[in-house]
């Protein structure tokens, strides 16, 4: 399978513990994005990294939420010191970015129950 | 505030109706426009996307989608539905002067029953 993966699937964590996402985009992709999910809506951009490099984020991400993509490759997004109000869906997508090839692929999703 | 607006929260249809889903934004100036499907327990689906040129766009499985700039609107249509169409379908706006940011409609929830 050739599309975004993301891991884990589900994360069930106690509130006040740290927790870390990962994914790995389309092999030829040099643009990662992270969005939030919650139930009813539609996905939120959290941030975007071109190659290695955290270009954009949203006021959403927390001084709680870090990103990081250390090699231009696999990306992992970690909240510390969970709150409930984290709970929701997690999704990453990869692009190409090139003109006319704006399209955003997306992985499965990590879902996130903070208990 | 700027945003992207779904006309519908659910909609229920017989096999072989017509579909159109309503998609509103806000955002002045160039748009770059999608909408994608969410099958029940899959992943978000790239349907069609509008980047420019022809304002009447086709997609995959017979969906198609017409851009009125004077509107502000990207509404989603389909002639004929059928039961494997049953899924969230969410319309995007990635306005031009955003850099990477996508936008998305709230999504419509769309039954079609057999």
């Known amino acids: 399978d050739t599309g975004v993966s993301q891991n884990p699937r589900h994360k069930i964590t106690k509130r006040g513990q740290n927790v870390t996402f990962r994914c790995d985009p389309i092999?030829?992709?040099?643009?990662l994005y992270w969005y939030r999910q919650t139930l009813g809506q539609g996905p939120e951009f959290l941030t975007y990294?071109?190659?290695?490099?955290?270009?954009?984020k949203s006021r959403l991400l927390s001084d709680r939420f870090s990103a990081e993509r250390p090699k231009g490759s696999f990306s992992t997004l970690e909240i510390q010191r969970t709150e409930q109000g984290d709970s929701a869906m997690y999704l990453c997508?990869?692009?190409?970015?090139?003109?006319?090839?704006?399209?955003?692929?997306f992985g499965p999703g990590t879902r996130l129950t903070v208990t | 505030a700027q945003s992207v607006s779904q006309h519908n929260h659910h909609v229920i249809l017989s096999e072989a109706a017509s579909l159109e889903l309503g998609c509103n934004y806000s955002y002045g100036g160039t748009v770059n426009l999608f909408w994608y499907v969410q099958y029940p327990g899959q992943h978000l689906q790239l349907l069609l996307k509008?980047?420019?040129?022809?304002?009447l766009v086709k997609g995959i499985k017979g969906f198609e989608a017409e851009f009125i700039k004077s509107k502000f609107s990207f509404n989603l249509r389909k002639p004929s539905v059928q039961w494997s169409d049953t899924a969230e379908y969410f319309c995007a706006v990635n306005p031009d002067n955003y850099g990477q940011n996508f936008v998305f409609g709230p999504g419509t929830r769309l039954s079609v029953l057999p």
């Open positions: 990294f071109q190659n290695e490099a955290q270009l954009e």
């Open positions: 997508a990869s692009s190409l970015g090139t003109p006319g090839q704006l399209e955003q692929y």
């Open positions: 092999s030829e992709h040099n643009r």
């Open positions: 509008y980047f420019s040129g022809d304002p």
